[in-house]
């Protein structure tokens, strides 16, 4: 045995040494990084979950950084693909626990994927381009499953968290940063009513408001982890990284953003204590103030939303401009609509397909493409998704765990408030976060027993059975 073991260490290291002369050390290097990922998450598959937890990064480094039109494209459906390739390998190496865990939120995700799928051969006039639409639209709803069968504990589920807190630590200082230094920003940004507007934060992302959306997200899920906390240390960095977060989120000038994050707030002090809302109204009311007094660009931004400019200024190309098209065209195909990928997305965007723009409003783009049968499913999909978050909220008995799920309820909430002005949910990291929080709280409710309680199988159903009963 130690003579093959020699053997194949042999052919590895001469394998290696051949890539190296052809390709250089650069790329064998990624190939043995990835490798021993591999062999790391196959060891312990709740690990694989990390992947994720770490979109951010990837979609700056392989996007951004290296922006090679292949791994660009490609990375993110890989990265699934070896999740879903661990799923099936936890099937066959723990045969004690139940191979699929079903939670209450899965049929509402599965229902919508039907739709849309049977709405790509009723509608899309170019099947390639219904299909890349389909992608948007689903694709990212995986990582849900992904979470939901691959968590083993809590303690799995508190690292997501925290490594996706501490890479928006690191982007919300980097918007920061551009605000100090008065970063150059595109003319169309601003609209030359409003008055001098001196920079606004983006950071790693491509406009401020997908940095906003993002920060909006993120900012409900700190404050969760902030009151979940015990220990004074780390209690201190989560308020740094909501400070750090809430700066950058006012550094955008993102007006959504101000408002959905303030609502999302709002949320999650009514589930944490309903009498501290007056005192939170009166601390937003504040800093809301002192905000306008000494950044002159807020209060110019807020005040231009109430100016006569302001409308004639979005009915001649800005919002309402956008959102009257968007019902013309739904107008003329009320039920199927126009077909995935032709209007209002990134998918139409890259075609330059109907002169098309980006809607806007992620609701409206829907009922657009997918008519009146893909936005009804969109919206019973969201309301399950805040129903069953909701009811998952009394499920969780440990205080801590349930703190982490107020917060990630209240950055679900946000986000669903957001598609109103946003196209959100078609934002691949937005999208993957979305749907790995809620995978998170439907793991904290209902996952646990099925791992910890070998012996009960059935808990997933059972529970949604006596909720039902309940």
Known sequence: MNKLY?????????????????????????????????????????????????????????RTLIG??????????????????????????????????????????????????????????????GIEGLRVVIQYMFWFFVVTQLLKTPGGAKRIINIVLLTALFVALYGIYQFIIGVEIPANWVDQAEGAVRTRSFSIFTSPNMLAGYLSLL??????????????????????????????????????????????LLFYVWLKNRKLIVPMLLCMGVLFILSVIFMPSVANRILYLFSPAYYASSSAGGRIFRAVKGFELFSQYPVFGMGLGQFGGSVALSHKLNNTFSMDNYYLKTAVEMGLVGLIALLV????????????????????????AMGILSGIVC?????????????????????????????????????????EPASFTSASGAEKKG
């Open 381 to 404: 999909l969201l309301y399950n998704t805040f129903k069953w978050c909701y009811r998952a909220l009394s499920r969780i008995s440990d205080p801590e765990q349930q703190n982490w």
């Open 415 to 455: 986000v669903i408030l957001y598609n109103l002005t946003e196209n959100m949910l078609e934002i691949p990291l937005l999208s993957s976060y979305f749907w790995m929080f809620a995978g998170i709280i439907m793991f904290l409710a209902y996952g646990q027993d099925n791992v910890e309680r070998k012996q």
């Open 219 to 264: 900012i409900p899920v700190a404050v969760g982890m902030f009151f979940a906390e015990k220990n004074t240390l780390r209690k201190l960095y989560y308020g740094t990284v909501i400070a750090c977060m809430g700066l950058a989120l006012l550094f955008t000038l993102s007006r959504g953003g101000w408002i959905f994050c303030f609502c999302a």
């Open 68 to 129: 090679h039109p292949l791994i660009s494209s490609i990375w993110d459906e890989l990265a699934l693909l070896l999740c879903f390739g661990i799923w099936f390998y936890k099937w066959f190496r723990c045969r004690g626990e139940t191979p699929y865990r079903v939670s209450p939120l899965d049929k509402s995700i599965i229902f919508f994927m039907a739709v849309s799928t049977l709405l790509l051969f009723i509608a899309a006039p170019d099947l390639a381009i």
């Open 6 to 62: 020699l053997a194949l260490l042999f052919a590895v290291i001469l394998i290696l040494g051949v890539l190296s002369s052809y390709l250089g050390m650069l790329p064998v290097a990624a190939v043995i990084v990835c490798a021993a990922a591999v062999i790391m998450l196959f060891a312990d598959y709740q690990k694989a979950t990390i992947i994720v937890a770490l979109f951010t990064v990837f979609e700056f480094v392989l």
